[in-house]
């Protein structure tokens, strides 16, 4: 019963080091990558960066950003996801309102009138409110005073201003104090594996400094954390056949011990199969060792092995040289035979 019992905590030991050492919870999660507080599901946005491709080694590499229709804004709208948007804005005379350091981390820009409004700096922390996932970029260009048309909703200041505002130039509008511009993203999982990868489009903007879109992707669906899994398909493997191994162990020992009524060693499943499986492998040995030592010249093992053919061994080594010495007159003859 001992085998039984130590083979029994052989298993729960190694089990429990195994599921013990697999779920690690990263505690910073991985840049772009949120797991949802209340259902658990994890979002990876990262398939939906464009890198850049001055650093990319393909030929054909993407040089454009995601881009979406202004419709009535006059503008078409760029941006990138988990880092800047790909697109040289130094090329397009700069950004407003951006430190020079800051232009190759715009997430999200439009050009009006030969300048570029940054709408958001890059981030890579989606935020979930409720079952919706939500990506926001900040610190973009200052925001101008509201239109005095939108601002004032009034009949008789339209009629008055409508004529200056059609093509009024945002740069000429004075800018509001301490507000920069942002960009909130509502990110919708979308599996249709028709549609591109992402279609971005853009929903609003009440007041040219906060602008709305609505991503839907597949990169919006809740997935399956990759890095939490520590296992390798070979160390899956390797646990599956360590648990059939010990589960033939285990069960052919009480087989063996209530039905067959085996004590000992003599419990362990086809005992004798393995016994001359072990036997075979330690006359191996046998041989390897002995014959490698023949091949050591000022080897001890040598000379007593042949000095047994002179009367020299005796005693307690006796019988041990001359079998290994039958085994190797044995293996030379079947050399011989070879060459
Ligand atoms: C997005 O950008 C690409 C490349 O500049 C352009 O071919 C495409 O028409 C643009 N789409 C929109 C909606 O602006
Ligand atoms: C915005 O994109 C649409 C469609 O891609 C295009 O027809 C339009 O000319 C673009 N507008 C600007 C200002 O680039
Ligand atoms: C700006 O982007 C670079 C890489 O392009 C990155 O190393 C750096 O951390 C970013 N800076 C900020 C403030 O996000
Ligand atoms: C924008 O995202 C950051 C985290 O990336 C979050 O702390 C902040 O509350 C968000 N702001 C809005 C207005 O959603």
Redesign the pocket.
């Known amino acids: 019963m001992n085998l039984l019992y130590w083979s029994l905590g052989f298993f729960l030991s190694i089990s429990s080091t195994t599921y013990a050492a697999a779920p690690k919870e990263t505690a910073t999660p991985e840049p772009c990558t949120i797991r949802s507080p209340h259902t658990g599901s994890f979002f990876d946005l990262n398939p939906l960066h464009i890198p850049d491709p001055r650093t990319v080694k393909s030929k054909n590499a993407r040089d454009y950003s995601w881009n979406a229709t202004g419709w009535d804004m006059g503008y078409n709208f760029t941006m990138n996801f988990c880092g800047g948007v790909v697109e040289r804005l130094e090329d397009f005379g700069g950004v407003e309102g951006v430190d020079k350091d800051l232009w190759r981390n715009v997430s999200a820009y439009y050009r009006q009138g030969g300048k570029v409004y940054s709408i958001g700096q890059q981030?890579t922390?989606p935020?979930i409110r409720g079952r919706k996932m939500?990506m926001?970029y900040?610190n973009g260009s200052p925001c101008p005073e509201p239109r005095k048309r939108a601002y004032l909703g009034d009949e008789l200041d339209t009629r008055e201003i409508v004529g200056d505002d059609k093509d009024d130039d945002e740069s000429d509008r004075p800018k509001v104090p301490g507000r920069t511009k942002t960009t909130?993203i509502s990110m919708l999982c979308d599996r249709d594996p028709l549609m591109p990868q992402l279609t971005l489009s853009f929903i609003a903007s009440p007041d040219e400094c906060t602008y709305f879109f609505e991503a839907r992707s597949s990169a919006a669906c809740a997935g399956i954390q990759q890095s939490t899994q520590t296992l390798s398909p070979s160390g899956v493997f390797g646990v599956i056949m360590m648990i059939a191994i010990i589960v033939y162990v285990v069960g052919g020992c009480v087989y063996s011990r209530m039905v067959l009524n085996q004590r000992g060693w003599r419990q362990l499943p086809n005992y004798s199969l393995w016994a001359g499986i072990f036997g075979f492998f330690k006359d191996i040995v046998i041989i390897a060792t002995s014959s490698c030592a023949r091949f050591m010249p000022s080897r001890r093992g040598y000379s007593r092995v042949n000095g047994d053919i002179g009367g020299m061994g005796s005693g307690r080594s006796g019988r041990d040289s001359e079998s290994a010495n039958r085994l190797i007159d044995e293996l030379n003859e079947d050399w011989d035979d070879e060459f």
């Open positions: 981030n922390s935020v939500v926001n900040t909130i």
